[in-house]
T-cell receptor, first 115, second 118 residues
Framework: NAGVTQTPKFRVLKTGQSMTLLCAQD?????MYWYRQDPGMGLRLIHY???????AKGEVPDGYNVSRLKKQNFLLGLESAAPSQTSVYFC??????????????FGQGTRLTVV | AQTVTQSQPEMSVQEAETVTLSCTYD???????LFWYKQPPSRQMILVIR??????QNATENRFSVNFQKAAKSFSLKISDSQLGDTAMYFC???????????????FGTGTRLQVTL
């Protein structure tokens, strides 16, 4: 049971290049999220999705786009990478319940460096 | 908006000793969840323990327990019999309870780096 898998684990980009981070979960979770982690700032929410075909902005969405074409996949795109987007990116998923919310399950992270 | 504060950037504890990590939060919500996540050098985010705000009893998971003070908005993590494998960054996180169909987003603190020494 893989849980949440992120691809790639590491990447170096030049300023202005584009790339897509892939997140795949095998737990049939409805909700998926993208966070970024920066030193001294904890994790901050970039975008999220409450189901296939839906996306919404989080706390720090500028410079990123997302898509959720299939329930198990959540893609994070950088159209024109900037040094300020150097960070560790985490994907997470969770499942809603009628009376309570489950915790989020995280992928192993992607370390992205923009030079 | 919710905020989570971890006022201890770094802590150190000797093996087999007990250590307590602090976390305070600010919210106007009445129904919510609190979590402690562990992030070892492997970078993986691992759930350590979870507390529902409507439960008065403090959550425990083996050597890990919390002291949840709802009125004071405090949620500390106690690690007993510390082990070398407990060395990691620990994040406190808040999530308000939301209806089905609304994403249950996490708000994280800035983390406490714990070093367990021999």
């Amino acid at each position: 049971n893989a849980g949440v898998t992120q691809t790639p684990k590491f990447r170096v980009l030049k300023t202005g290049q584009s790339m897509t981070l892939l997140c795949a979960q095998d737990m049939n979770h409805e909700y998926m999220y993208w966070y970024r982690q920066d030193p001294g700032m904890g994790l901050r929410l970039i975008h999220y999705s409450v189901g296939e075909g839906t996306t919404a902005k989080g706390e720090v969405p500028d410079g990123y786009n997302v898509s959720r074409l299939k329930k198990q996949n959540f893609l994070l795109g950088l159209e024109s990478a900037a040094p300020s987007q150097t960070s560790v990116y985490f994907c997470a998923s969770s499942e809603p319940r009628r009376d309570w919310n489950t915790e989020a399950f995280f992928g192993q992270g992607t370390r992205l460096t923009v030079v | 908006a919710q905020t989570v504060t971890q006022s201890q950037p770094e802590m150190s504890v000797q093996e087999a000793e007990t250590v307590t990590l602090s976390c305070t939060y600010d919210t106007s919500e009445n129904n919510y969840y609190l979590f402690w996540y562990k992030q070892p050098p492997s970078r993986q985010m691992i759930l350590v323990i979870r507390q529902e705000a409507y439960k008065q009893q403090n959550a425990t998971e083996n050597r890990f327990s919390v002291n949840f003070q709802k009125a004071a908005k405090s949620f500390s993590l106690k690690i007993s019999d510390s082990q070398l494998g407990d060395t990691a960054m620990y994040f406190c996180a808040f999530m308000k309870h939301v209806p089905t169909g609304t994403a249950s987003k996490l708000t994280f603190g800035t983390g406490t780096r714990l070093q367990v020494t021999l």
